[in-house]
């Protein structure tokens, strides 16, 4: 397989910057074109208010941002978007209409009924609505979404419960990491030595999209699955990891111990196909009861930060409800990491690259 | 009504350093006998790690520690005990048997089927338990118990919402300070930039209190009260304050609006008697859509940190189930000052003092 | 005395806030007008995101903001300014201009010859810069300036030291909250779990300032004192409070306790003249080895943060030498309450009011 | 040359799982038994709170922790001692009379004057002390040291500084991680949203160490350095990494040029001989206003951990002082790093091993 050819639109942001560390070693993806708004004509090491502890990788250190205009990203294989909402709202269909392959971490249209909107191991077959996407819009390229940070997390572990149990409802409670926010994000003014309870459209989207990535894909769009979530998201003075509860009730009567095996033993295409950035287990139980914790589980798993760790599994109220915790690591199983394995995916399925 | 006098076991840990702030200038409770372990015969000034940014109450700094023996709180009214389990369980009883009456924040005894867990607001009718305790026992003094500090806050909030909907099961997700797990209590090494999902022995601890508390007085005895509740607890970076998540399934439908209207207008006999330490309004709902935050909102109301404030009042999933927020402070309402107005209680109806 | 009336420039920011607290029940002091740009139009409640745990003084909540024109503060005796430094440095003028007395927090005109830089304890004369500042510029009105939070706390130390024993050079190593970079002020992505070891213009403005401060009047300026100052600022994970550690070298040798009695009895004019914002004890040494600690001192003494609270004061490397770490609330005995203590003493001495 | 065989003092404390990290893929050394003291005759992975978000290295796990005696370690090349002070003072003369050679991180016996007190980069010929100490004390093993977790970031700049310029004065302040306090350490109740003016006994141990170690060897004692050294060690909510701020006075004039170009070029014993813990670059001088930070600094260089992180360095009051600050990782450079280095330099020079 010849290397994909990659830009990136919003560079400079938080979370485009985990696609530099992402993509700086990739074998098969090679990030070439830096796309950025007022940071257009500046290097990126000047441009970018870098926050990793890893220092920028030095080829993209002098690198020249390039003005965010689908001719700069003529020739190019695939086209990862970080742009805040607003931005992709425009900006994205623009660049599908010239041609090019965009996986967009925005929420802007990650509900739109052609759209796909992809975890790699949870739903691959919705790659599938491209070719309508293509017909109805008279798009030559097109356009794949990822979900939100704290929808990616949920959806691994309420897939394999949801496959082999019947899910039926799902009572969330979040406690969301700060990069979650992006940059500058949460000032600390609010967030030292407290708990805010609230976080901004958050709730809504957590429910639509998962009932949107579990769905079923039909003719040209995706039926929702017929799940109920409620969800309280809360933010919390850590870095990176979002942390969730789960109240899950099930079709299903179980054990603890049935879950637990349903979620170590879950795998995807990504799995099958041994892509790079697929962990070797999506989903990992830990036994210990005092874990998953984020600051030393969102790290975990043989890709670093790409798998879910689950713990506390235990039972519910009644015989087909259980309960458990999760993190995930929100800016790379979150955002970059899902949107790089996408890529991965279509690559080998022939989708994307020549 | 004369002054009743007091003496604190267990005077020198960070829940009795609570007592003295509280007690340090009370109209109606002199608190004169401070007890301790290893600490006795030593300056209170000395012995204590002072933990608050206001400083030792002066007139306590100097006072001598006595030994934990009933002998030296003879004469007393009150004996507030704010000693550890394991402690409480054996040194407890001898002071009730010894005539004292004891009011205890420790978990030792809650559960016990003649001993009163009182929140005043709540259920003031179960200090009618004292008399069959005492015949049973063959005490002459009698001991009283009030609840976890993640029950209190919760029962508050599930008291009115139970008398005006019929509360079924109650869904909580808690995110508590660091300060409830006393001195020297959690490591900064384990929970900074951090969240632990998990306390020891507190989500048991919160089923069986609430349901006791909730419960109806019978015989000598309180029938627990008929209500699910699952719960996940976890630790966070914060000082004072535990915010807690609640999804209600009611037995009667109800509007966002019936229950802000229910908490705001709930009161209690503390409120009915002026006490001194009862706030205006147990229940504060907030209308702001990012509140309650403990950072903010730990001290709110007429008695600071004594009333619980409620935000996030919002639909469930069905016509009968109501999701919010709430905040209380874990070592004011959630330790010392439900028992000192568990004292005003029971002063005010002529069970303590001459 | 009548009351002075006030007009607030800034008003809905981080220190503008302060003064609304610090002004609600203020005996001489009637804030009458809040000025803005942006917010102007709107109701306070609605235009500021308020940063306290306690609530917007009730009646200004509603309060309409004016724009910020010198007409709308016709009649007011004083005008505190709490503008950014770039706004400051041409609306403060016009509002001098214009016959209005200014009081500004911002570091736009701090270091002008003819304006007085003022911490009421330390250089009560420098007001009398006013005369030749207003013949200079031909205005009705004055500006008079309050300095930066992290000098005022060093200065009101350095101050009394070198009265007493001649101060020579000062390395000053700063841990400061940050709530004195304002709001949004500091991401929580870059400060959580962390130290910044540089605060942008900030070491200037401490040399400068605090040399001027302790500068004597002269013909219509200050001559600067004749001090040496390294300083290394740092930003920590603290809200309020800045901490600094001094290693003074003096002009005679000196015993620590020499240092502790000449700091503990420093007394200035607002003590004097029993000002209402005065602290009784401006310099409070605590005798305690592990303190002045921010989180538990920066409300210390009889008007809450307006001290300076001192410890670990010991030996340097000389008998000439000595060191010490002091503590000080920087949002207001840093900002807002020095102004008010300013317009207090100019108030008593006949300089404002009617 | 053959694999070092290697035991651990004190193998479950917070050092000492540091050890177990280095240690479990290291090239030339092989951690063969763990010991300890309550925790002898369990499984390592049951006994040690394990902190790192790295799982236990998996040969470690099951590993059965020996009882602390000399016979336990009977054939091995090395003994590194993580031992808390007290247990050390008696512990390890024991095991070097019992002919093992003990590399000790605790401070009971770092000022022995026949006791090197060892970074290998700056005293490597300290080494030479070991042949008196053995005649003297009449042991067949011996005891070697490593210094305070404070002490080794910054000898390790003063050494290179004090070589080109003359050392004569150091002004110091630190911001010291909580890591540095062991475990369970420092309270959160304590830490959280604040800083610690004082931490017991480590100015002293600043003071003295660093002179010994950059003292000059001569007849089986080491002659401190005459340095003049102030500090202010201060505990801040940072989980690793020590910050500096230094101020330093110098026997000759330079430029702050002179200094990076000075800490930059240093190199030691360890780099000439490419020992496999010795970082390319001991010093590592940035050149961003706003480095070095302990979240992003603390595991820079080669070898993660190894390296000191400077920045800021700038002139000071006079042509012959310069200010910097650094950034050094308290327990891997600070700890258990710098004795494992210490153990290949000894290896390397065949005072180790067979």
Redesign the interface.
């Known amino acids: 397989m010849t290397k994909l050819r990659a830009a990136l639109l919003g560079s400079t942001g938080?979370v485009g910057q985990r696609y530099l560390a992402m993509l700086s070693r990739h074998p098969t993806i090679e990030l070439d074109i830096l796309m950025g708004g007022d940071s257009a004509g500046r290097a990126y090491g000047e441009a970018a208010h870098w926050?990793?502890?890893e220092d920028i990788p030095e080829r993209f250190a002098d690198r020249k941002i390039l003005a965010t205009d689908p001719h700069n990203a003529q020739g190019c294989d695939v086209v990862f978007s970080a742009l805040p909402a607003e931005a992709a709202s425009t900006v994205e269909p623009e660049f599908a209409k010239a041609g090019l392959t965009v996986i967009s971490e925005a929420s802007a249209h990650r509900l739109e009924e052609d759209v796909p909107l992809m975890i790699p191991e949870v739903n691959p077959d919705h790659l599938g609505l491209l070719g309508s996407q293509r017909k109805r819009r008279g798009w030559s390229g097109s356009l794949v979404t990822t979900p939100n940070c704290t929808v990616t997390g949920l959806a691994m572990v309420l897939k394999p419960l949801s496959d082999s149990f019947v899910l039926r409802?799902a009572?969330v409670?979040t406690?969301q990491a700060?990069?979650g926010a992006g940059?500058?994000?949460?000032?600390?003014?609010?967030?030292?030595?407290?708990?805010?309870?609230?976080i901004?459209g958050e709730e809504e989207k957590v429910a639509d999209e998962s009932r949107k990535i579990l769905g079923a894909r039909e003719e040209g769009r995706v039926r929702s699955a017929d799940l109920?979530i409620?969800i309280?998201c809360?933010r919390?003075?850590?870095?990176d990891g979002h942390?969730e509860?789960l109240?899950a009730e099930l079709g299903r009567d179980l054990e603890p111990e049935d879950a637990v095996d349903c979620l170590n033993r879950f795998r995807g295409e990504p799995q099958e196909l041994g892509l790079p950035s697929a962990p070797g287990q999506p989903v990992i139980v830990r036994p210990e009861?005092?874990?998953?914790?984020?600051?030393?589980?969102?790290?975990s798993g043989s890709v670093p930060g790409m798998s879910v760790v689950v713990?506390?599994v235990r039972k519910?109220?009644s015989r087909d409800s259980i309960?458990l915790?999760l993190v995930s690591h929100n800016t790379i199983r979150g955002a970059a990491g899902t949107a790089v394995l996408t890529a991965e995916l279509m690559h080998s399925k022939g989708q994307l690259g020549r």
């Open positions: 938080a926050l990793s502890s409802r009572i409670t406690m700060v990069s940059f500058p994000g949460v000032p600390s003014l609010l967030i030292t030595e407290n708990v805010i309870p609230y901004r109920q409620a309280s809360n919390v003075p850590v870095i942390v509860t109240y009861p005092d874990r998953p914790q984020p600051r030393l589980d969102r790290l713990g506390r519910g109220l309960q915790t």
